[in-house]
Structure formats: C-alpha cells, structure tokens
C-alpha cells in the first residue's frame, strides 16, 4: 500500500501485542505519518517506545472517559497537521463484574460505561474527525464475531459491539458525501490485554483454531494488512463493510 503523504491517528495501544500497534506498523511501513495516543501515565511506559519506532510525530494522553481529553487530542492535530487522512478507533471496556457475569444480570451503569467507551466514543472520535477531513479520509474501529452470534464468555460486548457495527453502517452513510469511509475490522481471537479480561479466553482460540477452514489463528500484522488497505486509495469505493479477518471462522456454521 502506498499511504505516503497521508496522516493518521490511532488510538488503543497498549502494548506491542495490541490490534492497534499492528495496524500503525502496517500505516507506517506505508510511508504514512501517526499521531498516537496512550491511555494513562502508567501505558505511557510502554506506548512511549513503540511511538519512536513508528517515528511519531505525536504521542498523546487519551481516556475517552475523561472530559476534554479527546478534544484536546484533536486540537493538536488540527494545530500540527491542519488535516488528518484516517483514523483507527480501537479501545472497549466494560467493567469486570459485568462483563464475567450474564447480560441478564449486567448492571445499568456496567452496560452505559461499556457503550460510552467502546460505542459512542467512536461517534465523539468521528465528529472531531470529520471537520479535519477537508480531502475525504477513512474511520476505522475493531469489532469482533461476537457482535454478530453469541459468542461464549463475550456476554455483555456482544450487544455492544453490535451497536458499534450498526454506528459503522450509519456513519458511512451520513459522511458519504464528504468522501468519508467507515469500517469495522472484525479479526479472529487475538491474545491482546483487552482479550485476556474474558473469562475462559484460552478456550475461545482453541475453538477458532480448530474451526476455522485455515486453522490458523490471525496476527496483529494480518489486521494491519488489511487496515493499511482500506485506509489507501486503493479502497476508495469500498464504505460500511464490516471487514473479517479470521483465517474463514466467520463462515462456519
């Protein structure tokens, strides 16, 4: 892929195993110029070296569940940049109890944190975008499987992650016209931080392993193929998709 010239954001990297540092390789061995951003003081230790290896040109605190930290992120790229190409939304939570538990018995507030910071946070992301967008550009986030069929153990990100899909199909439709593209990028069972909160997670890539018609399970770098993809010009026609990168699981009854 060719993304010389372009400027993204990514937001959601933990660590050098997480689903957003291997799209921002795969953005960066492109030739496109990032912005990253890192949830708190104690993730600003790991993010901090991958940002230099990424040659980053911006590295900034994000925790969408603290006012103005977003728009403060958007405000320096508005004043660094003046524009932005693409932007990757990958960051959900829900609080613990909630998520080990049924969604039946999940909490009010467990289930409102879960949609603020997984769902509506790509909404705020996509309205801060959208003005810096002025020659089209390219929002992606990362679902899962789960968000389509019950997945075991997914429990309450099932319905969230569903509503996340939804949010893709409606926001591609709303910014079509401004030469916006909207994508969920739905990989396969990945051993990342945010994954190893679910409850018997080990047995879900067993099954995705076993299942698959590949057999094989996905890697960061397989994400970041993709994503660099869809974030070129390459992709320019292709809007609203949810996008499986899963070795085939998705296809399996």
Same mark, same amino acid.
């Not at 429990?155 to 439709?173: D, F, Q």
């Given at each position: 892929?060719?993304?010389?010239?372009?400027?993204?954001?990514?937001?959601?990297?933990?660590?050098?195993? !997480?689903?957003? %540092?291997?799209?921002?390789?795969?953005?960066?061995?492109?030739?496109?110029?990032?912005?990253?951003?890192?949830?708190? &003081?104690?993730? &600003?230790?790991? @993010?901090?070296?991958?940002?230099?290896?990424?040659? $980053?040109?911006?590295?900034?605190?994000?925790? +969408?569940?603290?006012?103005?930290?977003?728009?403060?992120?958007?405000?320096?790229?508005?004043?660094?940049?003046?524009?932005?190409?693409?932007?990757?939304?990958?960051?959900? %939570?829900?609080?613990?109890?909630? =998520?080990?538990?049924?969604?039946?018995?999940? !909490?009010? &507030?467990?289930?409102?944190?879960?949609?603020?910071?997984?769902?509506? $946070?790509?909404?705020?992301?996509?309205?801060?975008?959208? /003005?810096?967008?002025?020659?089209?550009?390219? #929002?992606?986030?990362? !679902?899962?499987?789960?968000? &389509?069929? +019950?997945?075991?153990?997914?429990?309450?990100?099932?319905?969230?992650?569903?509503?996340?899909?939804?949010?893709?199909?409606?926001?591609?439709?709303? =910014?079509?016209?401004?030469?916006?593209?909207?994508?969920? #990028? $739905?990989?396969?069972?990945?051993? *990342?931080?945010?994954?190893?909160?679910?409850?018997?997670?080990?047995?879900?890539?067993?099954?995705?392993?076993?299942?698959? /018609?590949?057999?094989?399970? +996905?890697?960061?770098?397989? @994400?970041?193929?993709?994503?660099?993809?869809?974030? $070129?010009?390459?992709?320019?026609?292709? *809007?609203?998709?949810?996008?499986?990168?899963?070795?085939? %699981?998705?296809?399996?009854?």
């Amino acid at each position: 892929m060719n993304l010389h010239g372009k400027k993204g954001l990514v937001v959601g990297i933990a660590n050098e195993h !997480s689903i957003a %540092y291997g799209c921002a390789r795969a953005f960066r061995a492109a030739g496109a110029e990032l912005a990253l951003t890192y949830l708190n &003081e104690q993730a &600003e230790a790991h @993010v901090r070296p991958l940002a230099q290896a990424l040659d $980053s040109a911006l590295l900034l605190p994000c925790d +969408v569940r603290v006012a103005g930290q977003l728009e403060a992120v958007f405000a320096r790229l508005g004043a660094h940049w003046g524009k932005l190409d693409f932007l990757l939304h990958a960051i959900a %939570y829900a609080p613990r109890d909630d =998520l080990h538990g049924r969604l039946l018995d999940c !909490s009010a &507030e467990g289930f409102a944190l879960a949609m603020d910071v997984t769902c509506h $946070s790509f909404l705020r992301m996509a309205r801060l975008a959208a /003005p810096l967008m002025t020659d089209g550009g390219c #929002l992606l986030t990362v !679902s899962f499987y789960g968000a &389509e069929k +019950v997945v075991a153990h997914y429990n309450l990100m099932g319905p969230v992650k569903a509503a996340l899909e939804a949010s893709v199909r409606t926001l591609a439709a709303e =910014l079509g016209a401004q030469g916006i593209r909207v994508h969920a #990028l $739905s990989p396969g069972p990945l051993k *990342t931080r945010a994954a190893s909160g679910l409850d018997r997670f080990d047995e879900l890539l067993d099954l995705a392993r076993a299942r698959a /018609p590949e057999h094989v399970l +996905v890697s960061i770098d397989d @994400v970041g193929a993709l994503a660099a993809f869809l974030v $070129s010009d390459a992709a320019r026609r292709l *809007t609203g998709n949810v996008e499986y990168i899963d070795a085939g %699981y998705h296809v399996m009854g």
